[in-house]
């Protein structure tokens, strides 16, 4: 079995497919991060955390210009 599929014929449907699988898998993070952020009982914990969501909400601007 290779790569493609019925719905992946060519490399640039692989990559779009691939973005999407991205911009889905950080969507499900940001909704995820913040109750972490709450339940944290570590201080440099919850900043790490805190620094991620910011850089999630970064990469989710960055792919959505993929997309418009």
């Known amino acids: 079995m290779g790569i493609f599929s019925k719905d992946i014929k060519t490399m640039d449907d692989l990559l779009l497919h691939g973005l999407q699988d991205i911009y889905y898998a ?4 940001i909704k995820a991060l913040p109750t972490m952020i709450e339940k ?15 850089e999630t909400k970064k990469q989710i601007e960055r792919l959505e210009k993929v997309f418009l």
């Open 26 to 29: 950080e969507l499900q993070i």
């Open 40 to 54: 944290a009982t570590n201080r440099d914990l919850a900043t790490g955390l805190r620094n991620h969501l910011e």
